[in-house]
């Protein structure tokens, strides 16, 4: 068994059948342990693609992005990771996944200085419908609500000034490229990722506080040093010798 994403502590990952299971780091392996699996079977190797992903991090040029896109380089970039939303211990309706788009869109879509990238998971045009979202973005797009589906994400990781996330492990990635995070969960449910609880990331939990949220992390500079001093830790915890 190999680790795919960021500890999260579901049913499925804690009843591996394997003989070895391969972890990032200690944070997955203390979960291991705690559910009764033996330390013998657990190797932690780390996160090779993560790690060559910072590596070549300077390789991208924020330039060809938004030229491709057609944005304004003098705008600050909001980046929205949207989820495959099949999986009913995330969002449970396709509904739900429409209803935190279009908050989003609201919340940014006439904002002066910043512009809003939408990057739907691989899997959307398969399990939902896409017309659907589309609608919605044009119905709150003022010029600066841009679709992306066809860059590498790293590269649109790292153009973006701030990373908006439901539930993607895309997120632990952009936190690995030093972007401040926010995580949106309008469900009521439990965040399934361990972002906020750890205090590497923002929790925003309610609509209206989606955009004065995003306003003061994007002009006041609000990713200070304790914030960065616990995602840095959080990050060692997941993935180990992460450099």
Not at 15 to 44: D, F, T
Not at 88 to 111: K, P, Y
């Amino acid at each position: 068994t190999m680790q795919h994403g960021v500890w999260a502590e579901l049913r499925s990952v804690l009843s591996p059948i394997s003989q070895k299971i391969i972890v990032w780091g200690e944070a997955a392996k203390r979960g291991y342990l705690r559910h009764g699996v033996p330390a013998e079977r657990i190797e932690i190797c780390g996160n090779p693609l993560l790690e060559k992903t910072i590596i070549n991090q300077v390789k991208h040029n924020k330039n060809d992005v938004f030229k491709r896109l057609g944005m304004d380089l003098s705008k600050k970039t909001i980046l929205f990771l949207a989820d495959c939303y099949v999986n009913v211990i995330a969002i449970s309706s396709f509904m739900e996944s429409n209803i935190l788009l279009e908050a989003i869109c609201q919340a940014t879509g006439d904002l002066q200085n910043a512009q809003l990238v939408v990057r739907f998971h691989p899997s959307t045009s398969h399990y939902e419908n896409i017309k659907s979202k589309k609608e919605i973005i044009r119905k709150y797009n003022q010029g600066s609500i841009f679709i992306d589906r066809n860059s590498d994400l790293f590269e649109l990781i790292n153009a973006s000034d701030l990373i908006l996330i439901f539930n993607s492990t895309a997120g632990f990635e952009a936190m690995a490229l030093n972007k401040p995070v926010v995580v949106i969960n309008f469900t009521g449910k439990r965040d399934l990722m361990p972002f906020v609880e750890s205090g590497a990331a923002w929790g925003i939990y309610k609509k209206e506080e989606i955009r004065p949220r995003i306003r003061d992390i994007l002009n006041n500079h609000l990713f200070e040093v304790e914030r960065d001093d616990k995602r840095r830790h959080f990050i060692d915890d997941q993935v180990y010798d992460l450099k």
